[in-house]
């Protein structure tokens, strides 16, 4: 079973910033990719942004040039640099990640994985 937990949330203000962080564990083999989604109150989930193993990244118009997702492939982690924050922003943001595990007979397996989410309010 792979786990994912993330952390970082809480309530800033207007033009603040926060650093959500994600680690992975459990029987990991390898992780492609990684990343951020969130969902407001009466809304759909939407991707926040994302970045491969090969370090490429892909983020949602409306974060780009406030927010830079990062990774350590060592530490199975992903982490998401907010700034500028709006109120607009405020959701509850979840770490996700594809996730290669072992399968039977020496086989693997590819997982997409979800974290319980941390919430983030920016207040104005």
């Known amino acids: 079973q792979v786990q994912l937990v993330e952390s970082g949330g809480g309530l800033v203000q207007a033009g603040g910033s926060l650093r959500l962080s994600c680690a992975a564990s459990?029987?990991?083999?390898?992780?492609?990719?990684m990343g951020w989604y969130r969902q407001a109150p009466g809304k759909q989930r939407e991707l926040v942004a994302t970045?491969?193993?090969?370090?490429?990244?892909n983020y949602a118009d409306s974060v780009k040039g406030r927010f830079t997702i990062s990774r350590d492939n060592a530490k199975n982690a992903v982490y998401l640099q907010m700034n500028s924050l709006k109120p607009e922003d405020t959701a509850v943001y979840s770490c996700?990640?594809?996730?290669?595990?072992?399968?039977?007979?020496?086989?693997?397996?590819?997982?997409?994985?979800w974290g319980q989410g941390t919430q983030v309010t920016v207040f104005s």
């Open positions: 970045v491969t193993s090969g370090r490429i990244t």
């Open positions: 996700y990640a594809q996730v290669l595990t072992s399968g039977s007979n020496g086989s693997k397996l590819s997982r997409g994985s």
């Open positions: 459990g029987s990991i083999f390898s992780i492609n990719t």
